[in-house]
């Protein structure tokens, strides 16, 4: 423990010492501060001296206009493939086209090349590096979800059974209780009653070979607790699971809240539809119906032209407080 000495250092020690009292209270020594202070810097160098640093020595380059690119060290991990020098045509135009701007030659002032040592590449360009990690980061959830695009779901059930917890609907008609899906391939819905609960009360699920039903004990009755999350089963098994907007639902399944990682993997058909297609039929009247009203709003701010001011009034889209604001403006 350091203090300051509260009644001074005994006779031959500076008062500007600091004492050193161990935790067992036995015998105190006492540190010049100069001393005690050149310690502390002394220590925090050779600690800074420890610390292997990343960067290696290497050498700054330039293109032909004078701007600064990749350090050598780090351009030939990069492109392993010898550079092949520009069409001079092209920089001869580059070099007319910034001199009529007065642009040629005000380049930035050089910075240090920053350089140290990449993980090797896998494969010889970027494109193919990142493509061969991505391929290997998605099996083998891609080889099964390629597969499941192209099979037939089973015939769904004629009759469903009252009953808790997961119910499997084979393909024969016949049914059996089970406690969660075994598939590695499943699309997954749940239902909730959202005035009453926010957690499932029902769930279906549907693979190659099977149906498959899940209902809540507290939809039964069988339990005054609304509080029942959706089992999916072995969470060490990759599998994926697949619905639209399939976040709403993954919220609910019983292994999501697993301290341990589960090997599912959720695939979100909304996702993609928006991904390759944007907004569906039904959405898109919605947004452009907002997106006038918007555009109709912008242009009154900027005109204050009473009839579009009526329109906007007409089309309900102000609460109360922006329609007494508009109206005093006008």
């Known amino acids: 423990m350091l203090r300051r000495s509260a009644h001074g250092p005994p006779r031959g020690v500076a008062r500007s010492s600091i004492v050193i009292t161990p935790r067992n209270g036995s015998q105190k020594f006492y540190i010049r501060k100069s001393g005690f202070a050149s310690h502390v810097h002394t220590a925090a160098q050779n600690e800074r001296k420890s610390i292997k640093s990343l960067s290696v020595p290497s050498t700054a380059r330039f293109n032909e206009i004078g701007v600064q690119q990749l350090s050598d060290h780090v351009h030939s991990q990069i492109f392993l493939n010898k550079p092949t020098p520009p ?10 086209h910034l001199s009529r ?18 993980p090797p590449l896998v494969g010889q360009t970027l494109d193919e590096h990142f493509h061969k990690l991505a391929m290997d980061a998605s099996e083998p959830y891609l080889t099964v979800a390629k597969s499941y695009a192209t099979i037939n779901a089973p015939q769904m059930p004629r009759k469903w059974v009252r009953r808790s917890g997961w119910t499997k609907y084979n393909s024969d008609g016949s049914w059996e209780a089970i406690d969660a899906p075994e598939e590695s391939a499943l699309t997954f819905d749940t239902e909730v009653l959202y005035k009453q609960s926010p957690f499932a009360v029902m769930a279906c699920a549907v693979s190659p070979t099977a149906w498959y039903a899940w209902l809540s004990p507290w939809l ?4 005054e607790n609304d509080r029942h999350l959706v089992p999916l089963g072995d969470m060490s098994k990759p ?44 959405q898109r009247p919605t947004w452009m119906r907002h997106k006038k009203n918007r555009d109709l709003r912008d242009k009154v701010a900027n005109d204050n032209n009473a009839v579009e001011l009526s329109a906007l009034l007409e089309s309900k889209m102000l609460s109360e407080e922006e329609e007494e604001l508009w109206v005093g403006r006008s």
Not at 87 to 96: F, G, I
Not at 260 to 276: E, G, I, P, W, Y
């Open 239 to 282: 599998r994926i699971i697949v619905g639209h907007n399939i976040g709403y639902d993954r919220a609910r399944v019983q292994e999501e809240y697993n301290i341990k990682q589960s090997r599912n993997f959720f695939v979100d058909t909304m996702s993609l539809h928006v991904a390759v297609n944007g907004m569906c039929s039904q």
């Open 220 to 223: 039964i009755g069988e339990s």
């Open 101 to 118: 701007h007065e642009l040629l030659g005000k380049s930035q002032e050089a910075a240090e090349p920053i350089a140290f040592d990449f």
């Open 87 to 96: 069409d001079q045509k092209l920089v001869a135009l580059s070099k007319d």
